[in-house]
């Protein structure tokens, strides 16, 4: 499959502690977007990368949230101190520059924080 | 910011019938509106967008109308199948605002053999 590419598949944590996900998009792909979802819901937009600039982040993203992109190519999102709220699927996706091109998800980290 | 609404919530068809999902947008500057299904325990995958200088778009099965003016639009399957059975989600976009996507709640669509 070499479509977007998300590690872990899952990861549960306990309330406090920090964790790290990762999106590998598709590879000529320059933009690439955070969406969390959580069950029954459709995803929600937290931010979004051109190349290795973050150019918008959502209100939803509190400190507790960073995403990087440092070499315009994977990204990561750092949750600090989870707390259960932030139990959720964290879905990546990726798309080309320009207008309306489509935007290709990977198949999401599903966080449980206990 | 953009609100999407998307009703119903659920809907239950008989194989072979068909099936209507509706949306309505709040943003008047929104141009683009893909319509996306995932299965459970998989992503979301694109099956069909319209962009708002088009009416209508049909692809085999599915279509989507857009009502630009009331700020609405819809996604019809016809001839439905249990592979149809899904959430499906609707979206929209200004394309000028990195294509970020704001999605509906979702339907989940169960085909009855």
């Known amino acids: 499959d070499t479509g977007v590419s998300q590690n872990p598949r899952h990861k549960i944590t306990k309330r406090g502690q920090n964790v790290t996900f990762r999106c590998d998009p598709i590879?000529?792909?320059?933009?690439l977007y955070w969406y969390r979802q959580t069950l029954g819901q459709g995803p929600e937009f937290l931010t979004y990368?051109?190349?290795?600039?973050?150019?918008?982040k959502s209100r939803l993203l509190s400190d507790r949230f960073s995403a990087e992109r440092p070499k315009g190519s994977f990204s990561t999102l750092e949750i600090q101190r989870t707390e259960q709220g932030d139990s959720a699927m964290y879905l990546c996706a990726s798309s080309r520059q320009g207008v309306n091109t489509e935007a290709f998800f990977g198949q999401g980290t599903r966080l449980t924080v206990v | 910011g953009e609100n999407v609404e998307q009703h119903p919530s659920t809907l239950s068809v008989q194989e072979g019938d068909s099936a209507v999902i509706k949306c309505t947008y709040s943003d008047s500057a929104s141009n683009y509106f893909p319509w996306y299904k995932q299965e459970l325990g998989k992503r979301p995958q694109l099956i069909i967008d319209?962009?708002?200088?088009?009416g209508e778009k049909k692809d085999q099965r599915i279509a989507v109308t857009l009502n630009k003016t009331a700020k609405h639009f819809s996604l019809h399957i016809t001839e439905t199948q249990p592979e149809d059975s899904a959430v499906y989600f609707c979206?929209?976009?200004?394309?000028?605002?990195?294509?970020?996507?704001?999605f509906g709640g979702g339907t989940r669509v169960l085909v009855k053999p």
């Open positions: 990368f051109q190349n290795e600039a973050q150019l918008e």
């Open positions: 590879s000529e792909h320059n933009r």
């Open positions: 319209i962009r708002s200088n088009v």
């Open positions: 979206a929209a976009s200004r394309g000028a605002a990195g294509n970020k996507l704001t």
